[in-house]
C-alpha cells in the first residue's frame, strides 16, 4: 500500500520556483527524519536535503541557498521549497522517511516521486 506521497512537481521556467510535498497515507505508522533525492535520466539517485524529527536541517552543497526542507507533524508532511531553479534541476524527486510501527524495527520508505522539469 501507499505509504508516501509525493506531489506539486510541474513544469517551471528557469529561474521559477516549486514547493514540493510529502505526505503519508494510513495511520498505523508515525515518521521521523525525512529526506529528499532526485534521481535524472541517466544518472544516479543523489540526496538532496534532510531534517530531522527535532527540526535540524542540512542540505547537498549543489541546492544550499536554494531549497528549503520543512516539515508540518501536525499534518505528518514535509516539503521542499525550490527556488531559482535551473534546468539541471529537471529529474523526478523522491522523499523518504523513518517509519515508526508499534512493535516493529523503524524502517525507511520511499515516495513514488514527482517529476519536475525546468526548461524555457
Known amino acids: 500500500q501507499v505509504q508516501l506521497v509525493e506531489s506539486g512537481g510541474g513544469l517551471v521556467q528557469p529561474g521559477g520556483s516549486l514547493r514540493l510535498s510529502c505526505s503519508t497515507s494510513g495511520s498505523s505508522f508515525s515518521i521521523r527524519a525525512m529526506s529528499w533525492y532526485r534521481q535524472a535520466p541517466g544518472r544516479q539517485r543523489e540526496w538532496l536535503a534532510a531534517i530531522t524529527s527535532g527540526g535540524a536541517t542540512n542540505y547537498a552543497d549543489s541546492v544550499k541557498g536554494r531549497f528549503t526542507i520543512s516539515r508540518d507533524d501536525a499534518k505528518n508532511t514535509g516539503y521542499l521549497e525550490m527556488v531559482n531553479l535551473k534546468p539541471e534541476d529537471t529529474a523526478v524527486y523522491y522523499c523518504?522517511?523513518?517509519?515508526?510501527?508499534?512493535?516493529?524495527?523503524?524502517?525507511?520508505?520511499w515516495g513514488q516521486g514527482t517529476q519536475v522539469t525546468v526548461s524555457s
Open positions: 523518504k522517511a523513518l517509519r515508526i510501527r508499534l512493535g516493529r524495527t523503524p524502517d525507511d520508505i
